[in-house]
């Protein structure tokens, strides 16, 4: 069995979950629901960065502690993984005493390696990215050019991680490895900061107490992007104990590892025997968007280095979702409530539509508008719509019994290697156009029906074997987009897949004539067009 370990950005507990953070963790979901089809043995991990200025200062204006707020909004991202139908086996916080001992760990061999030492700082920094500044990132006016707040000019004494001795293994890694990062615009845009000439960097703050304090200097606490990108590590050294707090003792002899319990049917478990970092470290894809790049694509391999820990394999890059032209971003204020917009449309037309209308590794905008435009044509029209009246047609005309034997020649070739061709764009993290290959077979379904009209064949009783044929072979069709569209949308694949009595969700048989459907029930419309 493969295994497929995926990771979101853990989030700042600063504010409330917007859109944006919806999206990569829908992202997130899709891969680790496509690897549990293919029977991969699958860890999907998302969670709260709690430690840090940005987090210290909003609950300082806020008057509470750190700690009050981190509990607080951590809360609200935790809930919204189910919201969004989220599968992921575990929900790290980096205020877990867990986490926050094996980043002292981890840091402390990267200083008995000889790759700490104490320096000043001098220069700009910004608050908000919890970022050092170079001069040549500083926009007009002393701004930070993300949040255009005032950077602060700060001088402070600090251990310091030796990034620039990492400077030639790095470009090593980028020649060896071309896929390290993706997409290609993204590894250029990291590989030509590396040749740039890489700065050391704090490693940690003497100003701040809300972090994690370091072992060999307790005046200090390790700089929070140091402590936050541990957690992709960290999390398998202790989620198996904390995803089953609560769980009978004969389950988790059998199983361990699920954050979410309504777990999706195809998904395996992992084997206690085996511990999650065995099974699951180097991670296959960290999944970022393109302001934290830096941070994931020089900081955090090289710290690994350090500390003389495998790298990850790949880093994919999305685009931001846009606003009036602007990324969504709590410190802009341009946010949509994600509760919002599941509240109005649901989770998994929410899903659908953001994978659907943003290319996937490009920025986007978003708006009620192209949302309502999109649930209309596609899920209800193009999908929903086929559905039922395809099921509503076995009904009438065949009382619900399902006998075409072989599906339609016509077809076959439509549908020839789509599942191979899906998995391969996916394994290449192409998420919107893996959608829209499936899309584009959900479209010639809908022109398969018109040019067959089985309201005429119904008519005429010398050709019911055409009828049964057509019937098959919508129903063939069916299957196998919705087998196909399951990640993107996991309730509507499952009800209509019910409702064929062909529940199966494995990928390997997604191929076009694999299945056997030999009756349909009635279904309820996936999309109903009044919400
Ligand atoms: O940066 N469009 O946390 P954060 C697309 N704690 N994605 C967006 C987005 C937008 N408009 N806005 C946010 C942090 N995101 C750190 C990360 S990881 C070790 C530490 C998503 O709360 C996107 O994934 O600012 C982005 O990288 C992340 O949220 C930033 O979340």
């Not at 293994?169 to 290609?184: G, I, M, N, S």
């Not at 389950?251 to 511990?275: C, F, I, L, W």
Request: overall charge negative; aromatic content about 10%.
């Amino acid at each position: 069995m493969s295994s497929f370990y995926v990771t979101t950005p853990i989030y700042y507990v600063n504010a409330a979950p917007h859109l944006g953070h919806a999206y990569t963790t829908i992202a997130a979901d899709v891969l680790a629901r496509h690897h549990r089809q293919r029977g991969d043995d699958v860890f999907f991990l998302t969670g709260t960065d709690e430690h840090g200025e940005p987090v210290a200062d909003a609950a300082h204006a806020l008057g509470v502690e750190p700690q009050e707020l981190a509990d607080r909004n951590s809360e609200r991202f935790r809930a919204l993984a189910p919201k969004i139908a989220a599968s992921n086996d575990f929900f790290i916080r980096t205020t877990d005493p867990e986490h926050m001992l094996v980043v002292q760990d981890v840091l402390s061999r990267v200083h008995e390696n000889g790759h700490v030492y104490m320096g000043t700082y001098e220069g700009w920094y910004c608050p908000k990215c919890a970022d050092f500044k170079a001069e040549n990132e500083v926009d007009e006016g002393e701004l930070c050019p993300i949040h255009h707040v005032k950077l602060t000019r700060e001088q402070e004494d600090n251990y310091f991680f030796a990034l620039s001795r990492f400077q030639e293994p790095l470009e090593r890694l980028y020649a060896e490895h071309e896929d390290f990062v993706a997409p290609r615009s993204r590894y250029n845009e990291a590989l030509s900061f590396i040749k740039s000439g890489l700065r050391d960097v704090p490693l940690t703050r003497h100003k701040l107490t809300w972090g994690v304090p370091v072992p060999w200097d307790p005046e200090h606490v390790f700089y929070v992007w140091f402590d936050a990108l541990l957690n992709y590590y960290s999390a398998l050294s202790y989620a198996p104990a904390r995803a089953l707090q609560g769980v009978p003792a004969q389950e988790k002899a059998a199983v361990v590892g699920v954050e979410n319990r309504d777990a999706p049917r195809a998904r395996g478990g992992h084997a206690v025997s085996q511990t999650l970092t065995d099974t699951f470290w180097p991670a296959d894809v960290h999944l970022i968007a393109k302001d934290i790049l830096r941070f994931h694509t020089v900081y955090w391999p090289a710290l690994l280095m350090g500390a003389e820990i495998e790298l990850p394999k790949r880093v994919f890059v999305h685009g931001y979702l846009l606003m009036d032209g602007e990324k969504m971003s709590k410190s802009l204020g341009n946010v949509l409530d994600p509760f919002e917009v599941i509240e109005r449309f649901g989770s998994h037309a929410l899903r659908f539509y953001l994978l659907r209308d943003v290319p996937f590794g490009q920025d986007g905008s978003v708006s009620t508008a192209s949302f309502e435009q999109r649930y209309e044509s596609e899920l209800a029209n193009d999908y929903g719509n086929l559905a039922s009246r395809s099921i509503a047609m076995i009904l009438r005309y065949r009382d619900g019994v399902v006998t075409g034997g072989e599906p339609d020649e016509l077809l076959r070739e439509d549908f020839a290697g789509l599942p191979e061709l899906v998995a391969s764009l996916l394994d290449r993290v192409e998420l919107t156009n893996a959608l829209d290959q499936v899309w584009q077979r959900v479209r010639r379904l809908n022109r398969y029906v018109e040019e067959q009209a089985p309201w005429q064949l119904a008519k005429d009783p010398e050709r019911a074997a055409d009828l049964d044929r057509v019937l098959c072979t919508l129903a063939e069709g069916l299957r196998v987009v919705s087998v196909l569209l399951h990640p993107y949308l996991p309730d509507a694949t499952e009800k209509l897949l019910d409702a064929l009595d062909a529940p199966d969700l494995a990928f390997d048989g997604a191929a076009f004539g694999e299945g056997e459907i030999r009756f349909a029930q009635k279904l309820e419309p996936l999309f109903p067009k009044s919400q």
